[in-house]
């Protein structure tokens, strides 16, 4: 996809569809959510000209969402627990303060990493349990 903020809901879209298809709906508002925030982070890291890939696999006992990009900057979470009173980092930035996509994909998915590729790039991946959910 090219790497424009609008595919972000196209990207969301493709997960709720295969999700549907695989027989998972219950997975799909945090799914799309993952999908979503690591989608929004790969566009803001590329230029508008570059493009971004998205994956989406059945393993065993989890689907496995990924976003490729062709940028050499690392993602980094905040070091803060996610709660209200944090949300809000500075007042002034009311309900506007962003840095917070990596802490929900982190809260929300089984596991979180990031794939490296040649010569550019990489995979920012995140695996969601298909059952036991509470
Ligand atoms: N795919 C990515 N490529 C490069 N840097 C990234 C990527 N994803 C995240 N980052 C870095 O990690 C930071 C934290 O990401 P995130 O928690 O989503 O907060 P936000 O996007 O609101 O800044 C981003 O500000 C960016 O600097
Ligand atoms: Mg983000």
Redesign the pocket.
């Known amino acids: 996809m090219l790497a424009s903020p609008v595919v972000a809901g196209f990207a969301r879209e493709l997960v709720s569809g295969v999700l549907w298809e695989w027989g998972l709906p219950f997975l799909v508002p945090d799914a799309v959510l993952v999908m979503g ?2 989608a ?3 566009i ?2 590329s230029g508008r000209q570059d493009v971004i890939k998205v994956h989406v696999e059945l393993g065993v006992g989890e689907v496995v969402l990924a ?1 490729w ?1 062709g ?8 070091d803060v627990e996610l709660s209200l009173e944090t949300l809000d980092l500075r007042e002034e930035n009311f309900d506007a ?9 982190e809260g929300l998915a089984e596991r979180y990493w990031v794939d490296h590729t040649r010569p550019v790039g ?1 995979w ?1 991946c995140a695996a969601m349990k298909t059952s036991g959910r509470a």
Do not use: F, H, R, T
């Not at 940028?71 to 905040?78: N, S």
């Not at 303060?97 to 929900?104: M, P, R």
């Open positions: 925030e690591l929004a982070n790969a803001e890291a976003v990009d940028c050499a900057a690392q993602p980094v979470a905040q303060n962003g840095g917070w996509g990596l802490s929900i994909v990489k920012v």
